[in-house]
C-alpha cells in the first residue's frame, strides 16, 4: 500500500535552506508521539529523491537513531522507512510537473544545440504542471498496455479475431451497434483527469473549446485520494458495469460521441469509425478528429514521462539495471491524410492542443507551414474567377466545396518535434515525435530510400497510426495505403543512435505490430476498409468498430426510379474482374447495340475498367465520350455537351471523376453502374 507522505500537503521550504531548518524538522520528528504526527513533518511530494535536502534529512534521522533515547530511535527509524518507500512516489511527481520544459524522446543527457537552446528559453515562459488533487486517473491504459512484458496471442502469433456484439455499450450513439473482439468495451468519463491527462494540456483542450475549467480548480482542492495501480485500474476501467452519465461525460468534451471517441482511443484498441461526417460548413469543427489528436498528443507526453523518470532513476542508481522504456527509433505517431488542406487543419489544430504561443520561437516553422500547405494557383481555381465558374461552384454540394477547399495537392510529408517550450516543424524524421504525410508521399519516400540503400527505419516504432478521410484516400491510389501498412514496425537495418539495453522486449522479438494501435475514419465502410482493418490491424488490445445501418436515398428522389439487377457468376474474388468484363461484352453490349437509344451512362468505378471498356468501345465503333480523372477541362466539356444533345449516345463515367469534379450531367436516360457488385441498370 503506498504510504500517506506520497500525497500529503506540507510546506518544507524550510528544510531547502538553511541547516536551522533541518534541525528543526529533525527535532519535530523526534517529539512526535502518534504516526500521524510524523506525516505533518514529512517532505512534500515536490521533493526529488536524491536531492540534497533530502540527503539531509536522511542523515539528520541516521543521527537521531543513534541518540540514546529509545523513543527517538523508533520515530527515526519509521520515518526513513516511510521516506523509503515513497521516493518512486516522489519522483513521478517531479516528473508531472516539469515534463513540459523536457525534449520528449531524449534517453541521455546529450541533446543538439536545438534542445538545449529549447530548455533554456522555456524555463521562464513555460509554467510548471500542478499536481492532480482531486480526480483520480482510474482509466490509464499506457501501462497495462506497453510496459507489460507478456501478452494473450492467439497460436499464429496474433490476437483473437472473433467479433461479437456488445450489448448496452455507449447506448447514446443513436442508429449504430458497436463490435468488439473483446467483451466489453473501456468506459467513458468526464474528466480528461480519470484518464491520466497532463494539466497543462487539459487546460489547452478546454482553451481550444471554450471550456470552463471543473469547479474544483477554481476552488481550494481536498485531500488527495489514495492512488491506484495502473495496471488495475486499466483493468477496473475496462470491466465496470458503468461510467459517467451522459450528461456528465460533456464535463471536459463538446458532445458526448467526442467523449466516447477519446475513451476507446484512451484503451489503445484499434478503431474503425465508418460514420466520420464531411464537413458541411468552413467554421465546422471536427470533434472527432479532435478527439483522436488529443489522444496522439497525450500518448507522446507520457511516453517522455516515463523516459525521464526512468532517466532519473537511472542517475540515482547507476547500478541498475537499463529499464526497458523505448522503441528503436523516435517517431512514435504517424496521422496519414489524403491532401494538403486537411493536414494544414491538422496540423494547426496539433499546434493549439499542444503549446501556447508565448514566444516567438514557440512554434518554429509555422511561417513555412502556412506557404507551403495554405491556398495555391491551379486550373480549378482560375475556372472558378469566371461568372460561370462561381455559379458551377455553388451548384455543388456543401461538403464537396469544404472537401476541395484550399490546397488539394497529395504529395505532402512532415515531422513535428515536440520539446520543452517549443514545437518544432519540418524536423528529420528521425527527431521528429509525429509525421503526418499523405501514403502518397510516403510510398515514394520508401521507394527513395530502398534506392539510395538506405532503409526506412523511421516507421519501425511507430504506436498510433491515425488514418483520417479513409473513404477519400480511397479514391487515390489504394497500394500506396497497403505499401505504408507493410513498412511499418519492421525490425530497422540501424542502429540510429538508441540504447539498445532500453528497446522494450517485444520490439526486439518482432512484436512491434501487435502493440501498434490502428485508428481508422471513415464516413462508410468499404470492403477494402474492412479487409485493412481484418488483417492489416492485429493489435494485442483488441478491436473495436462502429457499425454504422445508412438512411437509404431512394426516397429522395423526385421521379420514380426502376431498378434492375443482374447476378453475375464468378469462382473467386480474384476474376471478378474479368467475369464482370465478360459479362458485359456479351450480354449487357449487346442490348445496348441493338437498343440504339441515346442518353446512355456507363459509370465505371476502376480506372483500369475504364480502359478495358474505351478499347472495346472503340473497337465496335460506338458512338461514345469518355471522362475520367485526368480528362482535361476542355474535352470534359465539350464531351458534355455532345452527350446532352445526342450527338454522342453513350458516356464512360468514372467514379473518380465524380467524386473530384462533381460534374452536373444532362440529358441521363438510363444510368448503368455495370461494374460495381452486383450489377445494377436505373432507368429513368
Known amino acids: 500500500m503506498p504510504s500517506r507522505v506520497a500525497v500529503k500537503q506540507v510546506n518544507f521550504k524550510k528544510m531547502r535552506g538553511s541547516g536551522r531548518g533541518m534541525a528543526i524538522k529533525t527535532a519535530a520528528v523526534q517529539a512526535a508521539d502518534s504516526d500521524d504526527d510524523i506525516d505533518a513533518v514529512l517532505p512534500t511530494p515536490t521533493l526529488a529523491a536524491g536531492s540534497n535536502a533530502y540527503e539531509l534529512l536522511l542523515g539528520g534521522l541516521d543521527g537521531r537513531r543513534e541518540a540514546p533515547a529509545s523513543k527517538a530511535r523508533s520515530k527515526a527509524s519509521k520515518v526513513k522507512t516511510r521516506l523509503g518507500s515513497s521516493a518512486g512516489a516522489t519522483q513521478e511527481r517531479a516528473v508531472n510537473s516539469t515534463l513540459a ?51 494473450v496471442l492467439a497460436d499464429d502469433g496474433k490476437p483473437s479475431s472473433t467479433w461479437q456484439d456488445v450489448p448496452g455499450s455507449f447506448p447514446d450513439w443513436p442508429g449504430t451497434s458497436w463490435l468488439s473482439t473483446r467483451q466489453s468495451l473501456p468506459q467513458a468519463y468526464g474528466q480528461l483527469s480519470k484518464y491520466g491527462v497532463k494539466a497543462r494540456l487539459q487546460s489547452l483542450w478546454r482553451d481550444a473549446h471554450s471550456i470552463a475549467p471543473p469547479a474544483h480548480q477554481r476552488q481550494p482542492a481536498p485531500k488527495r485520494k489514495r492512488p491506484q495501480d495502473s495496471s488495475t485500474a486499466a483493468e477496473d476501467a475496462l470491466g465496470a458495469p458503468h461510467g459517467d452519465s451522459a450528461a456528465s461525460l460533456q464535463a471536459d468534451f463538446v458532445t458526448l460521441q467526442q467523449a466516447v471517441v477519446f475513451a476507446v482511443c484512451n484503451s489503445y484498441m484499434d478503431l474503425f469509425l465508418p460514420n466520420h461526417p464531411y464537413p458541411a460548413r468552413p467554421d465546422a469543427e471536427d470533434h472527432v478528429l ?105 451548384q455543388q454540394p456543401a461538403e ?10 497529395d504529395h505532402f510529408r512532415i515531422g513535428m518535434k515536440i520539446t520543452r517550450g517549443s514545437v518544432r516543424l519540418y524536423s528529420d524524421f528521425y527527431e521528429s515525435d509525429i509525421i503526418v504525410a499523405s501514403p502518397l508521399a510516403l510510398a515514394t519516400k520508401l521507394s527513395e530510400d530502398e534506392e539510395e540503400g538506405n532503409a526506412a527505419d523511421f516507421l519501425s516504432s511507430i504506436e498510433v497510426l491515425l488514418v483520417g478521410r479513409l473513404d477519400f484516400l480511397q479514391m487515390q491510389n489504394w497500394t500506396h495505403i497497403t505499401t505504408v501498412f507493410e513498412a511499418l514496425n519492421q525490425v530497422p537495418k540501424g542502429q540510429h543512435g538508441v540504447d539498445i539495453m532500453r528497446v522494450r522486449e517485444w520490439y526486439l522479438s518482432g512484436h512491434a505490430k501487435q502493440h501498434r494501435q490502428t485508428i481508422l475514419l471513415s464516413s462508410f465502410a468499404t470492403a477494402e476498409a474492412n479487409a485493412l482493418f481484418n488483417r492489416a490491424c492485429v493489435n494485442s488490445a483488441g478491436k473495436v468498430r462502429l457499425k454504422v445501418q445508412h438512411k437509404g436515398v431512394l426516397g429522395l428522389t423526385l421521379s420514380p426510379v426502376r431498378q434492375l439487377f443482374e447476378r453475375i457468376p464468378s469462382s473467386s474474388a480474384a476474376a471478378d474482374a474479368e467475369n464482370r468484363f465478360q459479362h458485359f461484352k456479351k450480354r449487357v453490349w449487346l442490348r445496348i ?10 459509370f465505371v468505378r476502376s480506372y483500369f475498367d475504364f480502359v478495358r471498356l474505351r478499347n472495346l ?21 465539350r464531351g458534355r455537351s455532345n452527350f446532352f444533345h445526342g450527338r454522342r ?3 464512360l463515367y468514372t467514379e473518380r471523376a465524380h467524386f473530384y469534379h462533381r460534374y452536373r450531367l444532362r440529358g441521363i436516360k438510363v444510368c448503368l453502374d455495370d461494374f460495381v457488385w452486383p450489377a445494377v441498370a436505373w432507368q429513368c
Do not use: W
Open 617 to 637: 468501345l472503340k473497337e465496335e465503333g460506338a458512338s461514345f465520350v469518355g471522362l475520367c480523372e485526368y480528362t482535361k477541362h476542355s474535352d470534359v466539356s
Open 290 to 394: 479532435d478527439a483522436c489528436l488529443l489522444h496522439c498528443i497525450n500518448h507522446c507526453s507520457k511516453t517522455a514521462e516515463l523516459i525521464k523518470k526512468n532517466n532519473q532513476e537511472a542517475k540515482a542508481d547507476p547500478d541498475s539495471e537499463a529499464p526497458r522504456d523505448q522503441g528503436f527509433t523516435r517517431p512514435k505517431v504517424l496521422i496519414l491524410l489524403p491532401m494538403r488542406n486537411m493536414a494544414l487543419k491538422c496540423i494547426l489544430r496539433l499546434l493549439q492542443l499542444t503549446q501556447k504561443e508565448t514566444r516567438a520561437d514557440s512554434i518554429q516553422g509555422k511561417q513555412r507551414l502556412l506557404e507551403d500547405f495554405g491556398p495555391g494557383e491551379d486550373a480549378d481555381e482560375e475556372e472558378e474567377r469566371t461568372e460561370r465558374g462561381k455559379r458551377v461552384k455553388q
Open 101 to 151: 520544459e523536457q525534449p520528449l524522446h531524449d534517453s541521455n543527457d546529450a541533446s543538439s544545440s536545438d534542445d538545449a537552446d529549447d530548455r533554456s528559453g522555456g524555463a521562464t515562459d513555460q509554467p510548471e504542471d500542478a499536481p492532480e488533487v482531486t480526480d483520480q486517473a482510474i482509466a490509464d491504459f499506457f501501462t497495462s498496455h506497453f510496459d507489460s512484458s507478456s501478452k
Open 400 to 409: 464537396h466545396r469544404e472537401l476541395f477547399n484550399g490546397n488539394c495537392d
Open 649 to 651: 449516345r453513350i458516356m
Open 593 to 602: 447495340k441493338e437498343s440504339g437509344a441515346s442518353g446512355q451512362l456507363i
